[in-house]
């Protein structure tokens, strides 16, 4: 009860412009009722199915878990952003000091919420607040870093890549909370077309962060990086047409693979900079939050193959 005080109290007071982010948010997401009513691949969704309805186990699980995962990445995309930017960005750093602070909060209260359906909608609606205060705040951020407002050492792209995934986390709590199951084949290919964005991402971010004379590892990590671009390719273009069953299960099995190798890579690069035996300048804490990145990916792999057969 009292993290949730501190977390209104916290929505309440933080000054920021949302308008911008508000006006993008509703003119890329269809409503809820849109949403219901069609699918993708113009699939009619009946409401009354069993199929198209989470249960109530479902929907207890899938909000701790997500709730569980995103928050602590969100609390460490604010300690990220703090330590790119410049000392005197004193403004800057006080709110980034607040996201870490009350995400931490609200990741206990994820833990101590009981599993009452009343009390988990209630966690997920005051997440998707404190998340949408986040996104705000990540896309300001770009844009005064893309003016030349604020100097640093965020990489534009880390800027776009943490903002986007702030967007993916409010929209996934609010499917969530709406209690609705995606059609099949509009979950396979907007995960699969996120994720694989971010893992190729990460493998740029890897090979950025090097020093330049880990020339084998950062070989590896482009050539990855190169993989995941030709993967996302192939994913988009499954949205030009309805893809069959087999289509969707064979992008799942190489989503799979090629995301096995990609965390792999991560847990060894991980112990490597904890040990300091290898040359960058990764922090231990931003190896280890991409490889949980790329294991989250895997266990919804696993939830999708399990909602295709």
Do not use: C
């Not at 209630?122 to 998707?128: E, P, W």
């Not at 407002?149 to 880390?158: A, C, Q, S, T």
């Amino acid at each position: 009860m009292q993290n949730r005080f501190i977390i209104s109290r916290f929505i309440q007071d933080i000054d920021l412009d949302d308008n911008s982010i508000l006006s993008k948010m509703k003119d890329s997401e269809p409503t809820i009722e849109e949403a219901q009513r069609l699918g993708r691949f113009g699939q009619k969704l009946h409401l009354a199915d069993d199929d198209s309805l989470m249960s109530e186990t479902e929907f207890i699980q899938r909000s701790l878990e997500e709730n569980q995962f995103w928050l602590r990445i969100m609390m460490e995309h604010a300690f990220f952003l703090k330590a790119g930017l410049p000392h005197d960005a004193t403004h800057l750093i006080k709110q980034t000091d607040e996201f870490q602070r009350i995400f931490e909060k609200q990741l206990e209260r994820s833990f101590e919420t009981t599993r009452d359906p009343a009390d988990i909608e209630a966690l997920n609606q005051d997440t998707i607040m404190l998340t949408h205060k986040i996104t705000v705040f990540k896309e300001k951020l770009l844009n005064d870093t893309l003016s030349g407002r604020v100097r640093g050492f965020n990489f534009p792209l880390l800027l776009e890549h943490v903002r986007r995934e702030a967007i993916y986390f409010l929209k996934t709590i609010k499917q969530i909370n709406s209690r609705i199951e995606k059609p099949i084949e509009d979950d396979i290919v907007e995960e699969n077309v996120f994720f694989l964005n971010i893992m190729a991402e990460h493998s740029k971010f890897i090979a950025h962060l090097l020093d330049p004379t880990e020339e084998t590892l950062i070989r590896q990590a482009r050539a990855m990086g190169q993989e995941f671009d030709v993967l996302l390719y192939q994913a988009r273009n499954i949205q030009v047409e309805p893809p069959s069953t087999d289509r969707l299960r064979t992008q799942l099995t190489i989503s799979k693979g090629a995301t096995l190798e990609l965390r792999n890579f991560k847990e060894q690069a991980t112990k490597l900079v904890e040990q300091a035996q290898v040359r960058s300048a990764i922090d231990p804490r931003l190896a280890s939050h991409i490889t949980r990145e790329a294991g989250k990916f895997l266990s919804i792999i696993d939830r999708l193959e399990e909602r295709i057969h």
